[in-house]
């Protein structure tokens, strides 16, 4: 029913700045999470942030101050703004829809295909 895709991953150097963006399809979320997560290989899958309810925004401390999580109704896309990047940001970064308990990947169903973030050094 909730169909997702992120776009806008990329290779960037250190310091620099991505936007990624998830196109949101099917039924409305009015409620609940939409959260975005990152897996390098080898690696769990970890939070980034979330939406919670539609307004209140969360997000990991080692990206609070850099990252900012938003929702773009005109366009129907979960946004993440990455600022001051660095090399520990490499990952496959995917966007998600749930509910219940957001800065867990457990609480969310369905995930998007995913999109490559690479930061030199």
């Known amino acids: 029913q909730v169909h997702l895709v992120e776009s806008g991953g990329g290779s960037v150097q250190a310091e620099g700045s991505l936007r990624l963006s998830c196109a949101v399809s099917?039924?409305?979320?009015?409620?609940?999470?939409m959260g975005w997560f990152r897996q390098a290989p080898g690696k769990e899958r970890e939070w980034v942030a979330n939406i919670f309810s539609g307004s209140n925004a969360h997000y990991r401390d080692s990206v609070k101050g850099r990252f900012t999580i938003s929702q773009d109704n005109a366009k129907n896309t979960l946004d993440l703004q990455m600022n001051k990047l660095k090399p520990d940001a490499t990952a496959m970064y995917y966007c998600?829809?749930?509910?219940?308990?957001?800065?867990?990947?457990?609480?969310?169903?369905?995930w998007g295909q995913g999109t490559q973030v690479t930061v030199s050094s």
């Open positions: 099917g039924s409305p979320v009015t409620r609940g999470c």
């Open positions: 998600a829809a749930g509910s219940g308990w957001c800065p867990d990947k457990r609480s969310y169903n369905p």
